[in-house]
C-alpha cells in the first residue's frame, strides 16, 4: 500500500487552559511533528484522548489537520468505537472532511466474539469508501484481535492493515507470515517498533514520536538498510525514555513533557488528570537523558 509511512504519530489533542479544544496549536503541533520525522498524523486515537472528545470536535480536528498538512502528511482518523453501527457513521462523516485513512479499535467493554469482531471491521469496511487500519489493544479493550481474524480480515477491500499493540510476538508473527506483503503491519507500543520490524512489520504508530521522531526515524531507516546492530543502539537508548512516557496512562506523562518543554498542549480531560509528584519527578529526569527532536517555540 503505497503513500502510507511508516512512522506515524499517535497526535495529542491541545486543549486550553479551560478544558477546550485549541484548534489552533492543533495546527501548530502537526506542522512541527512532521518536521520531526513524522510521515502522517492518527488523529483522535488514544494519545488524543479520543474517548472525551465529541463528534463535532473530532470532525473539525480532521479538517483542520488535513487543511493544514494537505499533500504533506497522511492524515487517519480515530473513527473506531464499540458501535458497529456509530463507527460507520463517523467514518463516513470523516471522509468528508478529506482524510485519507481510518483508524478502528477494536470494540471495547462489550467484548466480542472472533466472528463478531470480523463481522465488525468488515462491516465498516463495506460501508465506507475509505482505507482502513485495525488497532488491537487488548490491554485497553480486554478483546484481543486474533492473528486468524486478521489475516481473514486482511482480504477485504479497504482494510489496509493494522497497529498491533498486543505485545505477543508469537501472534504478531503469524499475522506478517500470514497476510500479503502489501498489508500493513505497524507497531502499537514504541518499544516494540524494533523486534516488530525486524520480523517483517512495516512501521510504527507513536506516541514517544511526538519528542524523538528523527530517532526513531533513524532507527527504522537502519533497519531498512540492514544496518541492524546500528539501529538496536538507537532502539536500547531510547527504550527508558519510552518506559518514562507510560508510567501512567498515556497522554498523561507525554503532554506533561511537553507542556514541560514549553510547546503547550493544555491538560489532559477528566477522567484523566496531572501526574503525582513522584511520576512527574521521574518524567523530568527522562528528558535529561533524550535528545528533543520536536522544534519547540523559541
Known sequence: ?????????????????QGEVDYVQARKLARALMQSGSDGLVVS???????????????????????ELGTSGMVIAGTGNYSTRESIELTREAKKMGVDASLLVVPYYNRPTQEGLYRHFSAIATACDL????????????????A???????????????????????????IIEGVSRDFLVYSGNDGDTFPLMAMGGYGVVGVVTHLVGLQTKEMIDK??????????VIHRHLLPF??????VANPIPLKFAMNRLGFRVGPTRLPLCEPDEKTAAAIVASLERVRIDLPLPG
Request: hydrophobic content about 40%; proline content about 4%; aromatic content about 6%.
Open 223 to 232: 533497519l531498512l538498510a540492514g544496518r541492524t546492530e546500528e539501529a538496536a
Open 45 to 67: 486515537g488514544t494519545t488524543g484522548e479520543s474517548p472525551t472528545l465529541t463528534v463535532e470536535e473530532k470532525l473539525r480536528l480532521f479538517g483542520e489537520i488535513k487543511d
Open 131 to 146: 482505507p482502513c487500519i485495525m488497532y488491537n489493544v487488548p490491554s485497553r479493550t480486554s478483546c484481543n484481535l486474533a
Open 242 to 247: 519510552v518506559d518514562a512516557m507510560f508510567l
Open 1 to 17: 500500500m503505497s503513500g502510507f509511512g511508516r512512522l506515524l504519530t499517535a497526535m495529542v489533542t491541545p486543549f486550553d487552559e
Open 148 to 174: 486468524e481474524t486478521v489475516i481473514r480480515l486482511s482480504k477485504v477491500d479497504n482494510i489496509i492493515g493494522v497497529k498491533e499493540a498486543s505485545a505477543n510476538f508469537r501472534q504478531i508473527a503469524e
